[in-house]
């Protein structure tokens, strides 16, 4: 199978956050949808290696930041390909708290909402949380980003000419350098499995 017709599916690119006793954290997932209308509710896939998807297992809140297409592939790496176990995410970036006080971006996001968790659904290497949408805020009229827009113009491409033998992540660009990829590897950067690599 050529698993870069994943990248065709129509999702978007965000950035999950949530607090559990003083510690602010999050990280991006690409894994939301409006379930319902009435009552309001989304599902969000939260990979389980992130830090994030425990403290919201442990406090059934998120927030949910909707990027835009003028994100950075900065904001990308630094929510997205650091745990946020040893790092203070929230040190260096622009943020408001909503009023379940937890941590929305206010700079290259068009909207946020918070969420309280209401179902968790067992996907193996994720979680499915459908969550009812209890706030949210437009923030700007820029377009949200989608996937296939992150991987076609923000997404930076790697410097592969160096490197004679291994495998790149099709999602985050991390290379893996050695002559067979084991079967479990999992990408450090974004967690993403090694069907999710190619060979360069």
């Not at 949530?18 to 009552?39: F, H, L, W, Y």
């Not at 000419?161 to 084991?182: A, F, M, R, W």
Request: glycine content about 6%; charged content about 25%.
């Amino acid at each position: 199978m050529d698993n870069d017709v994943m990248h065709r599916l129509s999702y978007g690119l965000f950035v999950l956050t949530a607090r559990e006793g003083d510690k602010d954290n999050g990280c991006i997932v690409n894994t939301v949808m409006q379930v319902t209308s009435v009552p309001n509710q989304i599902v969000v896939g939260v990979n389980k290696a992130n830090y994030t998807h425990d403290m919201i297992v442990n406090t059934g809140l998120f927030n949910l930041s909707i990027l835009t297409e003028k994100s950075s592939f900065d904001t990308y790496k630094h929510w997205g390909f650091q745990s946020g176990k040893n790092v203070d995410k929230i040190e260096k970036i622009t943020y408001e708290r909503s009023e379940n006080n937890l941590i929305y971006l206010t700079g290259e996001t068009n909207a946020f909402l918070s969420a309280e968790v209401k179902k968790t659904i067992n996907m193996g290497s994720h979680t499915l949380f459908i969550a009812e949408v209890t706030d949210g805020k437009m923030l700007s009229k820029e377009a949200s980003v989608t996937y296939n827009y992150y991987q076609n113009h923000i997404k930076e491409n790697p410097k592969t000419s160096e490197v004679k033998k291994g495998y790149i992540c099709t999602v985050c660009g991390y290379i893996y350098e050695g002559e067979t990829l084991p079967e479990d590897f999992i990408c450090p950067w974004c967690k993403h499995p090694a069907e999710d690599f190619r060979k360069l």
